[in-house]
């Protein structure tokens, strides 16, 4: 099993910025060799939706709508990875949510075999 803990969620202005972390832990190192690792985010009363993911080459990819304010990274060596998010919105208010997947797709949330507890990120107008 693989464990997820995210951590950086809180309340902040609009057009303010957070860092949510993301710590992975339990599984054999021959695992965390080759996943990718993605947030995504699920607002009251919507589906979960994906935000950024990264590969274990560390190739990132992001969600339109938050492309240009958001960076994804990762510290491999502490199987840890990051989500800077800049210039937030009241809309970016949702529950956040890590996961991780050895598959090649990566885009929907059946994709992933692992999932954090969330974090919660509240934007005020």
């Known amino acids: 099993q693989v464990q997820l803990v995210e951590s950086g969620g809180g309340l902040v202005q609009a057009g303010g910025s957070l860092r949510l972390s993301c710590a992975a832990s339990g599984r054999t190192f021959s695992y965390y060799t080759y996943y990718t690792m993605g947030w995504f985010r699920q607002a009251a009363g919507k589906e979960r939706e994906f935000v950024a993911a990264?590969?274990?080459?560390?190739?990132?990819y992001y969600a339109d709508s938050v492309k240009g304010r958001s960076t994804i990274s990762r510290d491999r060596a502490e199987n840890t990875v990051f989500l800077q998010m800049n210039s937030l919105k009241p809309e970016d208010t949702a529950v956040y949510y890590c996961?991780?997947?050895?598959?090649?797709?990566?885009?929907?949330?059946?994709?992933?075999?692992?999932w954090g507890q969330g974090t919660q990120v509240t934007v005020s107008s």
């Open positions: 996961g991780t997947t050895r598959r090649t797709a990566f885009g929907e949330s059946n994709d992933y075999d692992y």
């Open positions: 990264i590969t274990w080459t560390g190739i990132p």
